[in-house]
């Protein structure tokens, strides 16, 4: 059964109707050099945050991965932004084996 909270405890929760999402995303890269990574990794960055989102991830030569959340304190990434993410990692020559998870709830523990 679930729980009765007030809305200031489910705000404290980011539960209910203040439950953020993310996604994650990984790919296979084919980088030759550090100058390609640092460009892809930039170009990459200016999307996201042209999308109000935020990234936090790793990249090397062969992989480039991370997560994927909204800026706003509530906000939370849309289907659209998920789908723009998979469409720009696909369309990058260097990248292959493009795989982005479906919007998931960023607090919660499993």
Known sequence: MAKQRSRR???KLYTGEFVVLGFEFSCT???ENEAEIDAL????????EDRNLLLGGGVNSTSFGGFVVAA???????EDDRAAVQKWLSEQAKCSDVVVSELADINQSE
């Open 9 to 11: 405890l489910r705000k």
């Open 41 to 48: 990794v930039e170009s990459f960055t200016a999307f996201i």
């Open 29 to 31: 890269l084919a980088m």
């Open 72 to 78: 706003g304190r509530y906000d939370s990434p849309s």
